[in-house]
């Protein structure tokens, strides 16, 4: 194909990215950078203000603090949990391919307001888990699970799940299943196999899925909103608030920027750190 | 495969299904409040999600969304994706890199400049910027798969139509398209359910006289704590995974979520 | 069917070339294979010839018309892809008359010809099938059914037997072989398989790092290449590096050659073909030109032929190639270890330019 053919297909694509992603982020920078806003414009002075307090204040880097470690906690499980998962799904045999495929990521087939409503009453005072506590015993009275930051990992653990399991299992299958046989033949028992050969092999595939699920879980807004805390213990339920509440629509942008550099950072500073680290094993590996 | 494995492997499955069961299994509850497990069976909370307007209105809201975001989506999908595959240039990975980009943006950041630029430029209607957040995120998803069905495609396959005298259109339209339609059809059906299913860029877009299904649920359990809510989630997870079932008969789920 | 003409076609791709000014003519109804290892431009210059590469520089002419610019749909060419290329979604008579739709030319004249062209591959009963539905050979015939019915004013073919299996790849040889001779066709084919250039071609052009090291036909290639690099890929299975000796004969280390043949200028290089050098039992005459003895390294056996390998004590650093029938060897001068002595005739040394 001529160049100019192939420059004309992509051309409606970029165009739409433009608009309606390029254009929209210029205009959200531009309120970031201004002291305020008059009906629907930014307006003022142009101004580092609104960075300078984000940045500076105790209060938000209090926030920004938490939404890491939170993250961080989140990333963490959402590892050890997939893992196994995407393991069996690399082992199983074909014919269930599709079931566990659909299992597997059903967490993003199903919408989140579904999946939260479903946490709601698993974790609510009279939910399953509750009861289950009092009927066994266990405890004598409810013990508070919803709006806590345990309702949070929870819930975004299922949400960001699919992408941990598919970035494994992508690695996973990449691996020649010679490998582990040789390591069989030279005498190495199962648990040394998966130690030794299969995990290392695998690293790829973690780090990449840990790197998306990290940013998945910076940025996400409904879960931290409804599962969580009230107040702002988010830095998007903080931007929320900014806009809806306070109607501080530049400090807001500000925070938005923020995030958006943060998790933009997040993907691609990490991939290419871990890339000179040598964990992506080569060229045209790893990324999911 | 160990025994523990298994174990693990099985709790992790219940993990995974433990809020889509139980938002099933309340659905049919006879209780006025949400219990699990269910207490009798009943489909009236069914009947009464039906009956309630917000839950209609808004659904059929939903659909028209994304048909909409899909049908704009698509032929631009398609043709980027065969640019992009067919087409020699430099920049050709840093084209991909932002056509995908609406993956890597924070919904939330998406949902807030959309609705600042929006307004900065005078466009009030909820519909105009919902379609227009939807095309966006529902995009690079149809790129993904219809770039992926390519890829599989044998470049000689087209170029043999060419030199049996097919010009690059003829082409496309008797042998291309036909050979990735089942991937392009996925796309779509994905694009479909992502719309449909889209929460945190719809919050943001729109208002209390216009609503998405999704969105009407989340304000209902707000004020109400009764089982229609499941009832009316059950239906949208029964049509999600029957989307989803469909994508993966056609061209496997995982070439179109990636990773 | 008409002529191609090659003229000082180049392509690059990047920094490297992977056609360098090439030239070729090829004659209207021969059967042409461009020959070479992978990467040595063949298949480039064949997808230039089709129009699925522009050339950078040079030009190709199709029956004298200058086609070097002209879409590839527009080029009234026939090309089979090794990988069959067949479209998946269309029944066999459908992939076979699809060039015949791109003509316009439909209804009844279009089924008659498919039909015939159909019968040509002896294909007639498999026109509803889909190409999943046929085995590897069964579907490499059709994609030439295919690429024939259009009439084409060349017939190019991109390695298209690589992917069967040996005894299936002689069959089809055989039949392309038939059936090209029988519709006058003028063919272009890309092999890497030096035996398979043999079988087939009126011609062979050898070509190595995106040039035509030398065109000639079958035995001419295989019995005198010009160069070293034809001689290597032909298998002589000797190529020794030579300075001029005294009066006319060249010398290699401390053994003396002798060619039939003058060269314009001294060669640095002659070639011996394996199986024109005779292997003895060593007679510790005195050295002889033609003649060299030494001591047998190995002799392997490959079935109808067997090989000796020989360290000759003039040139120690040598090993030479012998091959003869395995039913007429000597089994006494063929024990590993055994002192040997060589011999060949001057017509058998080609001097090589470089």
Do not use: Y
């Given at each position: 194909m001529r160049r100019g053919t192939a420059l004309l297909l992509l051309a409606p694509a970029v165009l739409l990215i433009a608009a309606l992603l390029g254009a929209p982020l210029a205009w959200l920078v531009r309120f970031s950078v201004h002291e305020g806003q008059v009906g629907v414009a930014p307006a003022g002075a142009l101004t580092l203000a609104h960075y300078a307090k984000a940045l500076g204040d105790g209060f938000y880097l209090e926030v920004f603090a938490r939404t890491l470690g939170m993250a961080l906690v989140i990333t963490l499980v959402s590892a050890v949990v997939s893992y196994p998962l995407a393991h069996f799904m690399w082992q199983a045999p074909r014919r269930w391919r599709a079931a566990l495929t659909i299992l597997a990521l059903s967490p993003l087939l199903v919408s989140i307001v579904v999946s939260s409503y479903g946490w709601m009453v698993i974790l609510g005072d009279q939910g399953v888990v509750n009861r289950a506590l009092l009927a066994t015993g266990l405890a004598s009275r409810p013990v508070k699970l919803m709006y806590t930051d345990l309702a949070i990992v929870v819930g975004l653990v299922h949400i960001v799940m699919p992408f941990m399991t598919l970035s494994i299992l992508a690695a996973l299958e990449r691996i020649d299943p010679l490998l582990g046989e040789a390591a069989a033949t030279l005498g190495a028992p199962r648990w040394r196999i998966l130690w030794h050969v299969t995990l290392p092999l695998a690293l790829p595939g973690i780090a990449a899925g840990t790197t998306i699920v990290f940013s998945l879980a910076i940025s996400s807004y409904v879960t931290p909103a409804v599962l969580?805390?009230?107040?702002?213990?988010?830095?998007?339920t903080l931007i929320w608030q900014q806009f809806t509440q306070l109607m501080n629509w530049s400090f807001g942008s500000a925070l938005a920027a923020l995030l958006l550099a943060l998790s933009l950072a997040v993907v691609f500073g990490y991939v290419r750190l871990l890339t000179a680290a040598g964990v992506f094993g080569g060229p045209g590996r790893g990324a999911a | 495969?160990?025994?523990?494995?298994?174990?693990?492997?099985?709790?992790?499955?219940?993990?995974?299904?433990?809020?889509?069961?139980?938002?099933?299994?309340?659905?049919l509850t006879d209780s006025p409040i949400p219990e699990f497990p269910p207490r009798g069976l009943t489909l009236r909370w069914y009947a009464h999600a039906l009956s309630e307007d917000v839950f209609t209105t808004s659904a059929l809201n939903s659909l028209w969304l994304a048909t909409a975001a899909t049908a704009l989506a698509t032929p631009l999908a398609l043709a980027a994706a065969y640019g992009l595959v067919r087409g020699r240039f430099r920049g050709r990975d840093a084209i991909q890199t932002l056509l995908l980009a609406p993956l890597v943006v924070p919904s939330l950041v998406i949902g807030l400049a959309i609705l600042l630029a929006f307004s900065g430029m005078g466009v009030r209607d909820v519909g105009a910027r919902l379609v227009g957040a939807h095309v966006l995120i529902t995009f690079p998803y149809m790129v993904r798969t219809i770039l992926a069905s390519l890829a599989r495609l044998d470049p000689a396959v087209e170029e043999a139509a060419r030199t049996l005298g097919a010009s690059a259109l003829r082409c496309f339209v008797l042998?291309?398209?036909?050979?990735?339609?089942?991937g392009?059809?996925?796309?779509?059906?994905?694009?479909?359910?992502?719309?449909?299913?889209?929460?945190?860029?719809?919050?943001?877009?729109?208002?209390?006289?216009?609503n998405t299904l999704p969105i009407a649920i989340l304000n209902y359990v707000e004020y109400n704590f009764d089982p229609s809510v499941a009832a009316i989630s059950t239906m949208l997870v029964a049509f999600s995974l029957g989307a989803a079932l469909l994508v993966e008969r056609l061209v496997g789920l995982r070439r179109v979520v990636g990773g | 069917m008409a002529t191609v003409e090659l003229r000082d076609l180049a392509k690059s791709f990047g920094t490297a070339a992977a056609v360098d000014r090439v030239s070729l003519?090829?004659?209207?109804?021969?059967?042409?294979?461009?020959?070479?290892?992978?990467?040595?431009?063949?298949?480039?210059?064949?997808?230039?010839?089709?129009?699925?590469?522009?050339?950078?520089?040079?030009?190709?002419?199709?029956?004298?018309?200058?086609?070097?610019?002209?879409?590839?749909?527009?080029?009234?060419?026939g090309m089979v892809f090794q990988s069959h290329a067949l479209f998946p979604h269309m029944t066999v008579a459908a992939n076979v008359g699809f060039g015949l739709r791109m003509r316009g030319i439909g209804g009844a004249d279009r089924d008659a010809r498919v039909r015939e062209a159909l019968a040509l591959v002896r294909l007639e009963a498999f026109g509803d099938r889909f190409p999943a539905q046929l085995s590897g050979g069964q579907q490499q015939r059709v994609a030439l059914a295919r690429a024939l019915v259009i009439r084409p004013r060349v017939l190019l073919l991109d390695e298209p037997f690589g992917a069967l299996d040996r005894k299936l790849r002689e069959a089809m040889q055989q039949e392309l072989r038939e059936l090209t001779r029988r519709l006058g066709a003028t063919a272009i084919?890309?092999?890497?398989?030096?035996?398979?250039?043999?079988?087939?071609?009126?011609?062979v052009a050898v070509m190595n790092a995106g040039r035509i090291e030398q065109v000639d036909d079958p035995a001419g290639v295989f019995e005198r290449p010009r160069t070293r690099f034809v001689a290597d890929f032909m298998g002589m299975g000797n190529v020794l590096a030579v300075e001029a000796g005294a009066t006319?004969?060249?010398?290699?280390?401390?053994?003396?050659?002798?060619?039939?043949?003058?060269?314009?200028?001294?060669?640095?290089?002659?070639?011996?073909r394996a199986e024109?050098?005779?292997?003895?039992?060593?007679?510790?005459?005195?050295?002889?030109?033609n003649a060299a003895e030494g001591t047998l390294l190995d002799a392997v056996y490959h079935g109808s032929l067997t090989t000796g390998r020989v360290r000759l004590d003039a040139a120690p650093s040598t090993t030479m190639l012998a091959r003869e029938a395995s039913a007429t060897q000597d089994a006494a001068g063929w024990r590993v270890g055994a002192r040997v002595r060589l011999s060949w005739t001057a017509s058998a040394v080609r001097m090589l330019e470089d």
């Open positions: 969580g805390p009230s107040g702002s213990n988010f830095i998007t | 495969m160990t025994a523990l494995h298994r174990l693990v492997v099985a709790l992790v499955a219940a993990f995974i299904l433990a809020p889509i069961v139980v938002v099933v299994a309340v659905s042998v291309t398209l036909p050979l990735v339609r089942p392009v059809v996925a796309g779509m059906l994905f694009a479909f359910i992502v719309s449909f299913d889209n929460v945190s860029l719809s919050l943001f877009l729109t208002n209390a006289r216009t | 003519h090829v004659p209207s109804g021969a059967f042409v294979t461009l020959l070479g290892p992978s990467g040595c431009g063949k298949t480039t210059t064949l997808r230039a010839i089709a129009g699925l590469v522009e050339p950078d520089s040079g030009a190709i002419l199709l029956g004298g018309e200058d086609v070097t610019r002209a879409p590839i749909h527009r080029r009234d060419i084919f890309v092999t890497h398989d030096q035996e398979e250039a043999m079988i087939l071609s009126d011609s006319g004969s060249m010398r290699h280390g401390g053994i003396e050659l002798r060619a039939d043949a003058d060269a314009a200028a001294p060669p640095r290089h002659v070639a011996i024109r050098v005779a292997l003895r039992p060593a007679t510790g005459a005195p050295p002889e030109p």
